[in-house]
C-alpha cells in the first residue's frame, strides 16, 4: 500500500482508506509550542521582509549613485581632454586621452580608439570592453554604460563616441572607461550581514514576547484543566477567580456557571438518592412484621388445603408460594439497601474453602446435583454467612437457568481462590451478558413474573466486592456459562462500625435462602 492511501482510524475505531498525515513530535503537540512556532514564524517571516526590501534599496541606491557619480565624471573628462585634442589623433593623442579619462579616486582603466584601430589603454583591464559593447556605443552614437562580472568580480563599463564641432558630427573616436565596483560589493555583503545580524534579535525577541504571550493565554486555560479535573474527582464546590472581560474571562465565568448547576442538581440528586434508599429500608423493614405473620397464616391454610374445597386448597397454595416470594423480595431489598447505606460489614473466620462450599449445597440439597471438584486444604479468611450467599447464587442460578451438569470447581492461586460455577446450557444471552450483575436482571424481559427478583446476582457482587475480590461471567465455546469468583486469600473485613443482622421469616432450603434468586439464564 503506498504511502498517500495509509489506512486510518475512524471514529468507531475501524479503519478506513484515507489520505496519510504525519505525526507531529510530542513537543509540537502542544499549545504552546504551537503558539512560540506561528510567532516566531510571523516574525521571522516580517524581519526578513523588512530587511529584503531596505537591502534592496539600499544596493540600488548605492549603485545609482556610484554610476551617477563615475558616469558624470567620465562625460566631464571626455569633454575637457577632447576640446583642443587634433584630429585625427594620434597613438600619442589617444594615449593622453586614456590616461586622462581614469579619474584617481576609482580603480580604473581608460582606453580609447579611432575608427577601427585597436584599443589605446591606460592598463591591462580591458576584458569588459567586448566588441559587442564597442557596435552598440558606435551604432547608437551616444554615451552608454552597464554592469558586467568578469570572474567573479562586477565592472561598470562606460562607453561614449567623441563628437565634434557645433554639429556635433562624429569623430570616430570612441572613449572607455572601465571601473571595478569591488568596494561597492564589500559595502553590499556588509548590508546582507547587517540585515541578518539585525534579523536574529528580532527573532529572540519574537520568542520571548511569544513565550510571554503564550503564558498569558495558557494560565487561564491551565486554571481551567485544574477546575476540570478537580470537578471530575468529585469537588464540586471547584471555581475559578474572574479577572478581566476578555473571552477567556468569559470562558471562566461559564465554568463556574456550569459547575454551580451541576453541584446544586448532584446535591439535589444525591439527597433523592439517600431518601429514595430510606424509604425502601423503612419500608422493608416495616413489612417484616406483617409478612411473618402472613407467612404463618399462609402455613396453617397450606396445611388445610387437602381438606378444603378443590378451588380454596389450590387458592391456598397459591398464596403460600406467593408471600414466600414477597418474603424473599423483602429481604433481598434489605440486604441491598444495607450495602446502599453502606452498613453492611464482614464477620472474618479462616474456613476450609472446600467445606465451606460442600455445607452450602448441602443445606440447600443440592448435593447430588453439581459436581465438584474442590481440593482439600485451601484456607481462606472470609464471612461464612455472606460467602454462602454468593455461592447459593451462583450454584442456583446454574441449576435453575442453565442445564445439567452442573461443575464446582475451586483452585487456589498466589493471593486468591478462584471458584468457578459452570454448566452446559445454552449461555447467557450476549446482549445482557453485560447487564447480568444489575439490580433486577433477567435473562428474559419479556418474563414479567419469575422465581426470582432478579437482585441475587446483585447482591452476589456486592458482598464478594465486600472481601475485595469480583465475579465474572463468560460463555463458553460451544455451550454454557461459567461464572468465576475471585477472593483474596487473606480477606479485610470493612463497611460499617456494626452489621445489622437479619431476622424475620426462614424459607426452605432448596429456595436458595433469602438472597438466592438471581436470574442470568
Not at 144 to 160: A, C, D, E
Not at 430 to 446: E, H, M, N, Q, T
Amino acid at each position: 500500500m503506498t504511502r498517500g492511501d495509509r489506512t486510518v482510524p475512524d471514529a468507531d475505531g475501524g479503519g478506513r482508506p484515507g489520505r496519510w498525515r504525519p505525526r507531529l513530535p510530542i513537543w509540537v503537540r502542544g499549545l504552546r509550542a504551537r503558539l512560540v512556532i506561528v510567532c516566531v514564524l510571523l516574525a521571522g517571516l516580517s524581519a526578513l521582509t523588512a530587511a529584503g526590501l531596505i537591502y534592496r534599496q539600499a544596493r540600488d541606491l548605492m549603485l545609482t549613485r556610484t554610476e551617477g557619480s563615475v558616469v558624470n565624471e567620465f562625460r566631464l573628462r571626455v569633454a575637457t581632454l577632447t576640446e583642443n585634442m587634433q584630429h585625427p589623433p594620434d597613438r600619442a593623442a589617444l594615449q593622453q586621452l586614456a590616461n586622462g579619462v581614469a579619474p584617481s579616486f576609482l580603480e580604473a582603466t581608460g582606453a580609447a580608439a579611432y575608427r577601427d584601430s585597436g584599443l589605446v589603454a591606460s592598463g591591462d583591464d580591458l576584458g569588459p570592453i567586448t566588441p559587442a559593447l564597442r557596435r552598440t556605443v558606435v551604432e547608437r552614437n551616444r554615451l552608454f554604460y552597464q554592469r558586467v562580472i568578469r570572474s567573479g568580480t562586477p565592472y561598470l563599463v562606460v562607453g561614449t563616441p567623441v563628437m565634434l564641432g557645433e554639429q556635433a558630427a562624429p569623430s570616430g573616436v570612441e572613449v572607455y572607461l572601465v571601473a571595478s565596483l569591488s568596494k561597492e560589493e564589500g559595502d553590499e555583503a556588509a548590508l546582507v550581514t547587517a540585515a541578518q545580524n539585525g534579523a536574529i534579535p528580532v527573532v529572540a525577541l519574537a520568542v520571548v514576547l511569544a513565550l510571554v504571550a503564550a503564558g498569558g493565554v495558557l494560565r487561564p486555560v491551565r486554571d481551567l484543566d485544574r477546575a476540570a479535573r478537580r470537578l471530575g474527582t468529585g469537588e464540586l464546590d471547584t471555581r475559578l477567580k474572574v479577572s478581566g472581560g476578555d473571552e477567556l474571562a468569559r470562558l471562566v465565568k461559564t465554568f463556574n456557571a456550569t459547575a454551580a448547576a451541576l453541584e446544586s442538581n448532584v446535591s439535589e440528586l444525591r439527597d433523592m438518592e439517600v431518601k429514595a434508599r430510606r424509604f425502601v429500608a423503612d419500608v422493608s423493614h416495616e413489612l417484616r412484621t406483617p409478612l411473618a405473620s402472613i407467612l404463618v397464616m399462609a402455613d396453617m391454610f397450606e396445611e388445610e388445603a387437602g381438606r378444603l374445597e378443590s378451588d380454596l386448597g389450590k387458592a391456598a397454595r397459591l398464596m403460600n408460594l406467593e408471600v414466600g416470594r414477597l418474603v424473599r423480595l423483602v429481604e433481598d431489598l434489605m440486604e441491598i439497601s444495607r450495602f446502599d447505606a453502606g452498613a453492611a460489614t464482614l464477620m472474618l473466620n479462616e474456613v476450609d474453602a472446600a467445606d465451606a462450599i460442600r455445607a452450602c449445597l448441602r443445606t440447600r440439597g443440592w448435593t447430588g446435583r453439581a459436581g465438584l471438584d474442590l481440593p482439600p486444604g485451601i484456607r481462606i479468611l472470609l464471612d461464612p454467612r455472606r460467602f454462602d450467599v454468593i455461592m447459593a447464587n451462583l450454584v442456583g442460578n446454574a441449576l435453575d437457568h442453565g442445564a445439567p451438569p452442573v461443575t464446582v470447581r475451586l483452585r487456589a492461586e498466589a493471593e486468591v481462590v478462584v471458584i468457578e460455577v459452570q454448566d452446559e446450557g445454552e449461555g447467557v444471552d450476549p446482549r445482557i451478558l453485560p447487564y447480568v450483575f444489575d439490580r433486577f436482571s433477567k435473562a428474559d424481559a419479556a418474563r414479567v413474573r419469575s422465581e426470582g427478583s432478579g437482585l441475587g446476582l446483585a447482591i452476589a457482587r456486592e458482598n464478594a466486592r465486600l472481601h475485595g475480590g469480583s465475579i465474572e461471567v463468560a460463555n463458553r465455546e460451544g455451550a454454557g456459562a461459567v461464572f468465576t469468583l475471585f477472593l483474596p486469600r487473606r480477606a479485610r473485613a470493612g463497611g460499617a462500625s456494626r452489621e445489622v443482622e437479619a431476622g424475620g421469616p426462614s424459607r426452605d432450603p432448596e429456595s436458595g435462602g433469602p438472597h438466592g434468586d438471581g436470574e442470568a439464564g
